[in-house]
Structures are given as structure tokens and as C-alpha cells.
């Protein structure tokens, strides 16, 4: 009865917002924005409602249910909201003048219908169908200003890929179906879960073909090279559209490979697919971020890179961590966007307090403290398995320490290791949390010192040492020639620009040719 009580709550919510977007749509009225505080506290008042009945009430045995009631789907339900909240609020004044206000508003309630759908989805077919929905209606608020031509062009390679994705998700569901003939994705994960745990059990053709195809949909949502090009050159769209996309539609890739984590580990092809791809486009893409002048191209430099580095938690089966950088960059990312406005005023503060480069002592001390703090933090909390994550935590502490000068308050040594404390503490105690939230089977645990923790360890000391160089290094000629081609994105959206626009040509809405502007793709 609980189960069926709080599936009723729950879908709900996508079709409110349905409505909504259908009222709020029409032509502006003065009562809009009545209409969408209306809207919010109907949408939080029906997913509190959901989640009290699934806790207090009697729980009957597992049926098969299309909507999932599962800890993830409610975290990921209750971000969803929040955003959406927030998003409403913010555009109720940032987009008051435009006069496609009612357009606007239909295909953003549309799109957080369509996302909360997919997250609550525990069948196959009503995953894909929602998946696809936010891809189109996303599309519409892409191109809410259509006499942009990079905009065009953006939301055109947006709109190919999308397609592409959607056409290998569904392949991939297919495939699951044929193997284990059922659309429940709950007895998927079971069966997968028992495939981990007896090694008796062999994976299937259909399986590898399907772990495969949904490491590649996630890759292309997640805007990873070399298909991140349209990622970049978005950020033209309205603010809170970017920040729509960035805190949360793109984060459903690595919503996907958590989902089905268990199937993605047991195929290497798949996982070291991830590993590869991902690994290279956090490494480039966080690179390439430092050339950026405009803060939003920064911005969506720095999503490609936290996406992959996030797709990289999933390959090594720390989807506990993924789902905890998954929350954290969302609230993070969409305070960026939203806050873009002050960036200005930040730039000034900047330059009245220009940063001090560290000496060598620094360096030395914040490596050897850094390691120290880590070690023992990964001691008391007994921690065993790949020791990457821990590195890239090292590794960024000891910038935050050596680095202490640069801020406008110059930080002692000891307010640096107090707040690398608290940093350790709040990093052990949210990932202690979400793994008890998140449980995920032993069997699929990455063993410490493999060769894909090695990999991964080596690309974050890469990373560091390639920061460093540009940062502190930036007068030696081969730093400069790969400083310039970094500003230019290592060209790598050129080819596909090109390949884009043969396979299917844009009519563009100014007088620029496209031969121009897929020359110019590059400049951002």
C-alpha cells in the first residue's frame, strides 16, 4: 500500500509541472507569478508526501512498480526539485522583459517534468521515453534566441548527438530485454548484483553490446571530448537555461552509469571505455578552463571536466563518491551560473590583491602535510580500495595550502591545516554517508594498485604538473605553444563541426557562412 500510496505522489510532480507549463505558457498574465509559487509549494508538498508514505507506512512485499521508490531516485528527485525551485525563482526577474516569456516558460516546466521522470523511472521503456523528452524540450530553450548563430550551430550539434545517444539507449535497452525479458530495471540490477557476486555466472552477448552502448550514452550526455563542443558555445541560452543544463541535465550520464554501475564493472571493455575517455577530458578540459576569459566558457570548461572526473568514480566503483559529486558540483555549478552577474566585482577584488606564487619551501610543506592528513584520515576511517580518489585529494590540498598567500587575507599556516581538517572530516563523514545511503556490492569494489587505479593516479599528477607550469611557469616557450593550444581547445571540435555540418547543414539565421563560423568555434 506504501509503495502504490507514494508512486501516486510522486507522478504527480511531472504532471503538475505539465499543467503548469501549459498555464504559465499561455500569454503572461499578472497572476504568473502567483501561478508558480503555487507551483512550487504544490510540487514540495507532493514529494514530502511521497517520502513520508514510503517511510511511515507498512511496506508490502517487492512488486513491480514503474516508478522507484530506491534511496537514489529520491535524492535524485528531491535535487531535481530543488533546482527546479530555485531556477523559477531566479527567472521570475532575470527573464521579466523578454517577450517570449511564455515560450520560456513552457519548455523549462516541460524539461523538469521530463527530468524528474527519468529519475524516478523503474522501467525501461518510460526511462528512454523521459530521456527523450528532455532532450527536445531542452532543445527549445537552447534556441530560445534563434537570430544567434553559434547558438544555432550549438543547439544543431546538440540535437545530432542527442539523437545519436537516444538511438544507442534504446539499443541497449533492447538488448537488456532479450537477455533477461524484463523492463524492470530494479530485477535488472538484481540479476546483475548476482552475476557480481557468483563468477559462475557469465554475462551474456546482449550485456557486454548493452554495457558498451550505455558507457557511450554517457559519455555523449556528459559532453566529453570530442563531443563537448556544443557544451562550450550554449552558453549564449538565457543563464538560467545554462544553469538548468549544467546542475542538472548533464549530470544524468553519470546518473545513468550509477544506475546500472553493477552491469558497467563487469564488462572491461565498457569500463575501460569510461576510463579512457573520461580520464583524457577531465585532464584537457580542466587545462583548457585556465585560458578562458569569459567566466561562463570557464564555467562550461570546468563542467566538461568535473563530468568526466565524475564518470571516472563510476568506472572505479566509487558510486557513492559519484553520487556525492554528483549533488555537490549541481548546487556548486548552478550558484556559478546565477551568480555570474558579480564577476565583475570578483575580477576587481582580484586584482587589488594580485596573488604571491608560492616558494619551493611552501610547496615542500603543503606536499608533506597534505600527505601526512591524508594518510592518517584514510587510517581512521579504515578506508580500503583504489587509492586515486585519495591522490587527487592530496594533490588539491596541497594547492589549497601552498597557495594560502595568494588569497585577499593571507592565511597562516595553521588556518590552512585547519580548514585541510575540516575538509577531511566533512570528505570521510559525506562519503561514509552516502555509502550506507548507496550500498554497493564488494564484489565490484576496485582493487587497490590495479592498473586502472594507476592510470587514473598518473592522469591526476599530470593534471597537477601541467597546472603548475601554466600557472607558475608561464614565461618558458613550450609552455606558451601548449598555452596557445590549449586556448584553442586542442582543435579537437573542428572535426566535428565540419563532419556536422556535411552529414546534415544548418541553414544559419544571420548571413555567416558556415565555413566562417566553424572556423571561429575554436576562439572560446
Request: include cysteine; hydrophobic fraction near 55%.
Amino acid at each position: 500500500m506504501s509503495t502504490l500510496l507514494s508512486s501516486i505522489f510522486f507522478i504527480c510532480i511531472p504532471i503538475s509541472l505539465v499543467l503548469a507549463g501549459w498555464l504559465v505558457g499561455r500569454k503572461p498574465t499578472q497572476s504568473q507569478g502567483r501561478r508558480l509559487i503555487f507551483l512550487n509549494i504544490l510540487i514540495i508538498g507532493l514529494f514530502a508526501a511521497g517520502v513520508l508514505a514510503h517511510w511511515l507506512l507498512p511496506s508490502p512485499l517487492p512488486t513491480q512498480q514503474y516508478l522507484s521508490t530506491s534511496n537514489l531516485s529520491l535524492i535524485m528527485l528531491a535535487l531535481v526539485l530543488f533546482m527546479g525551485t530555485i531556477l523559477m525563482t531566479f527567472s521570475r526577474n532575470y527573464m521579466a522583459t523578454e517577450p517570449r516569456l511564455n515560450v520560456y516558460w513552457r519548455w523549462l516546466l516541460l524539461t523538469l517534468a521530463a527530468v524528474s521522470l527519468v529519475v524516478m523511472s523503474n522501467h525501461l521503456i518510460l526511462f528512454w521515453l523521459g530521456w527523450v523528452c528532455i532532450s527536445l524540450a531542452l532543445h527549445k530553450l537552447l534556441t530560445f534566441y534563434p537570430e544567434r548563430p553559434r547558438a544555432a550551430l550549438a543547439a544543431h550539434k546538440k540535437f545530432l548527438l542527442a539523437r545519436t545517444a537516444e538511438l544507442c539507449l534504446l539499443v541497449a535497452f533492447i538488448c537488456l530485454y532479450q537477455a533477461h525479458n524484463t523492463f524492470f530495471i530494479h530485477e535488472l540490477v538484481d540479476t546483475f548484483n548476482l552475476q557480481a557476486s557468483n563468477t559462475a555466472l557469465s554475462l551474456s552477448t546482449n550485456e557486454h553490446v548493452a554495457a558498451v552502448l550505455i558507457a557511450i550514452v554517457a559519455l555523449i550526455k556528459c559532453a566529453q571530448l570530442p563531443v563537448h563542443g556544443w557544451l562550450i558555445q550554449v552558453v549564449e541560452a538565457p543563464t538560467p537555461v545554462s544553469a538548468l543544463l549544467h546542475a542538472g541535465v548533464i549530470n544524468l550520464g553519470g546518473f545513468l552509469l550509477i544506475l546500472f554501475g553493477t552491469l558497467l564493472l563487469q564488462v572491461a571493455t565498457a569500463q575501460w571505455l569510461v576510463l579512457i575517455v573520461a580520464g583524457l577530458t577531465t585532464v584537457i578540459s580542466a587545462l583548457i578552463m585556465t585560458t578562458r576569459i569569459s567566466l561562463k566558457v570557464r564555467l562550461a570548461w570546468s563542467t566538461s571536466a568535473q563530468m568526466g572526473l565524475m564518470l571516472l568514480e563510476c568506472a572505479l566503483g566509487l558510486f557513492e563518491l559519484a553520487l556525492l559529486h554528483l549533488l555537490t558540483h549541481s548546487v556548486y555549478k548552478a550558484h556559478a551560473f546565477l551568480n555570474s552577474g558579480n564577476a565583475i566585482h570578483d575580477d576587481l577584488q582580484r586584482r587589488l590583491a594580485p596573488a604571491k606564487a608560492p616558494s619551493a619551501g611552501d610547496w615542500l610543506v603543503a606536499a608533506m602535510l597534505s600527505a601526512c592528513l591524508v594518510a592518517g584520515a584514510a587510517y581512521v576511517i579504515h578506508y580500503q580500495g583504489v587509492w586515486s580518489a585519495w591522490v587527487l585529494f592530496g594533490l588539491a590540498l596541497t594547492m589549497l595550502i601552498a597557495q594560502r598567500h595568494s588569497q585577499q587575507r593571507k592565511a597562516s599556516l595553521m588556518s590552512a591545516i585547519g580548514l585541510t581538517l575540516i575538509l577531511l572530516t566533512i570528505y570521510s563523514t559525506m562519503k561514509a554517508f552516502f555509502g550506507l545511503v548507496l550500498p554497493i556490492n564488494s564484489m565490484l569494489r576496485m582493487p587497490a594498485l590495479s592498473l586502472a587505479d594507476f592510470w587514473v593516479m598518473g592522469l591526476f599528477i599530470s593534471l597537477f604538473i601541467l597546472s603548475w607550469l601554466l600557472r607558475y611557469q608561464a614565461q618558458r616557450p613550450s609552455v606558451q605553444h601548449l598555452s596557445m593550444a590549449l586556448f584553442a581547445g586542442l582543435y579537437l571540435d573542428e572535426w566535428l563541426t565540419r563532419l556536422t555540418l556535411k552529414v546534415w547543414p544548418l541553414r544559419l539565421p544571420t548571413r555567416v557562412n558556415s565555413k566562417t563560423l566553424t572556423q571561429q568555434t575554436s576562439i572560446k
